[in-house]
């Protein structure tokens, strides 16, 4: 294998139905809450309510988030991504059924709104338990000498199914309405759920099974607080998505302040995810190790100003260039935090330690939507995305002054490192 193959981790076949799998759920779920999205302001007019969709899903993704590490380190992983999965599918199918004039002609427009809360908390509970999982299967598919270019991929595809997923929404909408959307959904699960019985069932490498729960979590919070690299990244990542949630109000912007309809909304909605996605494969040709901090602490800071100019903007394509850039940016840092944590997390951990990475970062787009829902609602839109934006900022140069091991840090020479310990 060459030193620099940018295929290295695709040369691994159940890696590749790995990432089919990674695919079909970001975009099915990225797809979903779109549509809920657009659906939950068609019915309300009201931005507050995007926020609170948000903050339906976050309350048990962070309240379980701890527990569910303990679970995914405990068991097998195969067969709890499935039970996600199921789960998931479950959730597709009654949002189908909400949305069927048929079903639902004789509801009020609030039972329909509490409902749809409702199946979006369960969405969280499932959340909780899914991505950790997919983080703890991830590295028993493919060796440590390829996880940066594995992550790499994985991240890659990721941001596929972020960019065909919410464009997909927004022409959809306008194309078949709501409710076959919701059907394109369940579809695109079903998929996900093939592809995972082709995955082979892997080892529990926890060899503390059955270890007391308040323990394991005990041991799991101290270890991520204990390394100043694992948690300066996740302080950076959380505070900027939590501010920079700038996409939680894209309807908003496409339907009051851009006039752009449905389908400008699908392109705004994919706009970040298309710079992301071109960020990632070009960072398998070209990586991003060598002086990791710096390129992350710079990738952030520059996503602030990328959000404060969406903010300003009034122009549709200078709105759409804006959150490209930021999609830019952001897929620097994605690449770099995942390298972070598959390098830096002991095997029998990576479950507690992706459930804290969820609670930091993952619930942080939920909690951020619900912050941008609610200074949006007290400030105005256009100032609660500026105001967000020039948090990030801040919140980079703060970072990079109390976490000097993250400015510092070098993954190119830990891989160097650890080549030489495995030779």
Request: glycine share 8%; net charge positive.
């Amino acid at each position: 294998m060459a030193k620099n193959d940018p295929y290295a981790a695709l040369r691994y076949k159940e890696f590749n139905i790995f990432l089919l799998v990674r695919f079909a759920i970001v975009f099915a779920w990225s797809m979903q809450f779109i549509v809920i999205e657009w659906q939950v302001y068609s019915l309300t007019k009201n931005p507050l309510s995007l926020g609170i969709i948000g903050l339906m899903e976050v309350i048990p993704a962070v309240s379980l988030a701890l527990f569910a590490g303990h679970v995914v380190d405990q068991k097998e992983k195969k067969s709890l991504l499935l039970k996600c999965l199921l789960g998931f599918s479950v959730i597709s199918i009654g949002l189908f059924l909400l949305t069927w004039p048929r079903i639902v002609a004789d509801f009020n427009q609030q039972k329909i709104l509490y409902a749809i809360y409702f199946l979006v908390f369960l969405g969280g509970i499932v959340r909780a338990f899914m991505g950790p999982t997919i983080f703890s299967l991830f590295s028993l598919i493919v060796p440590k000498k390829v996880y940066p270019n594995a992550a790499t991929w994985s991240s890659s595809v990721w941001q596929m199914g972020a960019v065909l997923g919410p464009a997909l929404a927004g022409f959809s909408i306008h194309w078949i309405g709501v409710h076959w959307s919701m059907c394109l959904i369940f579809f695109f699960s079903l998929t996900a759920l093939i592809g995972l019985t082709q995955i082979q069932t892997k080892p529990i490498l926890n060899p503390k099974i059955g270890e007391n729960v308040f323990k394991s979590l005990r041991e799991g919070v101290q270890f991520v607080f204990s390394k100043k690299v694992i948690l300066g990244a996740l302080t950076l990542d959380m505070i900027a998505v939590l501010f920079g949630g700038a996409v939680a109000l894209l309807p908003v912007f496409a339907q009051d302040i851009l006039k752009v309809g449905p389908e400008g909304f699908g392109v705004l909605r994919a706009a970040p995810a298309v710079g992301a996605l071109l960020t990632m494969f070009t960072s398998a040709y070209f990586p991003l190790n060598k002086n990791a901090g710096l390129k992350l602490l710079s990738a952030v800071f520059l996503f602030g100003v990328c959000i404060i100019i969406f903010g300003l903007s009034s122009w549709f394509w200078i709105s759409v260039l804006a959150l490209f850039f930021s999609g830019i940016t952001d897929g620097i840092s994605m690449i770099i935090r995942q390298t972070i944590l598959q390098l830096k997390t002991p095997d029998e951990m990576r479950g507690r330690v992706a459930s804290v990475n969820s609670m930091f970062v993952g619930s942080s787009n939920e909690l951020g939507a619900f912050e941008s829902g609610l200074t949006a609602k007290l400030m105005g839109t256009v100032t609660a995305v500026i105001f967000g934006g020039s948090m990030t900022v801040a919140t980079v140069i703060a970072t990079g002054t109390f976490f000097p091991k993250l400015r510092k840090l070098d993954l190119q020479k830990d891989l160097e490192e650890h080549e030489k310990a495995t030779a």
